[in-house]
């Protein structure tokens, strides 16, 4: 019950911010810098995932060479910073991680 | 009919780039013990990859609700800059029309549509266009979360390899081809920092914390530099 719970609640914060300015925002006019504040929040929210994940491997913090996660996002930063297509980067650092994790 | 086959035909990298993500999205669910109706019922209905990703993390994490629905929205906020830079393209449009749209603009139909407008010579979107990118991506979505439950069930042991690395790397891809100001790389560097921090605070509240610190240094670093750039002009 509290799954459906879930999906309806995402149903509605979901399709509302994809849906309410395309109705309104001719009506409606968002501050210029309200707009500009909302091109940091992928950055923020999906950095704060990266970090929470792959510094901690099963819930403890692990900063040392030996965390695989370490070396497929090192591996996935530099494939990216590179310009590499998202599939390729992706396929890049989930390599790495499984090649550091069957070394360490 | 040429028009919606042109927008599906676009998409096709993107939808590809899904296609994994959906995959991963289904054995995920899977090895969160949910059942198959849930999880194929956040692709039919909610149809948003990051946020569903995040709420799957949370759940497993046992997060609450209320948590979970706050994140999502969050992290969907960024859509709403996707629908007002659309209106000045779908402004003529019935509002019914438009009300259907909203629940197909996705990162990625949203970049292929607005690649096209520039393309074209009115500035206006193409309606078969539009929609053929985002039914091609929503059924793709549906698909590939299905193919997920059942490799989950099938593979149990593949589940439990490289479900989150996939996730870490994606979200990092993302992340840096999205980066294109000084603040952006503050943003994200403040982010990962709190991150770390917060990471012990009850119930995931360290990530709404840490995301939103983020997100104010990094737009005061960017309004800062400029107003330093203007005054020495």
Known sequence: MTEWLIVFGMVAVTYLPRTLPLLFANRLNLPAQFQQALT?????????IIAQTAFFPAGILHLNSENPYLWGLTAAVIA??????????????????????WLF | M???????????????????????????????????????????????????????????SGASTLLIILTTWVINLRHMLYGVSLIPSARRLPKKTRAVMGFFLTDETYATVINHIGRTQNQEINLSYFFGSGVFMYLNWIISTYVGIVAGHQFPQLT?????????????????????????????????????????????????????IAIIAGFYTDLYLLKRGQSND
């Open chain 2, 2 to 60: 040429t028009q919606f086959l042109h927008g599906a035909r676009d998409s096709l990298p993107l939808v590809l780039a899904a296609t994994p993500f959906g995959i991963v999205f289904g054995a995920m669910g899977q090895a969160a013990g949910l059942s198959d109706w849930i999880i194929l019922a956040f692709s039919v209905f909610v149809f948003a990859g990051s946020s569903q990703f995040v709420a799957m993390t949370l759940i497993t």
């Open chain 1, 40 to 48: 940091y929040v992928p950055i923020a929210v999906l950095s704060v």
């Open chain 2, 160 to 212: 439990s390899f490289g479900l989150d690395i996939a996730m870490v790397v994606a979200f990092t891809g993302i992340v840096i081809a999205n980066v294109r100001l000084p603040g952006h790389w503050v943003c994200a560097f403040i982010a990962t920092i709190s991150g770390i921090l917060t990471f012990h605070w009850p119930h995931k509240t360290g990530l709404l914390f840490s995301s939103f």
């Open chain 1, 80 to 101: 990216a910073l590179l310009r590499w297509p998202l599939l390729l980067t992706v396929l890049l650092g989930m390599t790495v991680y499984a090649l550091a994790k």
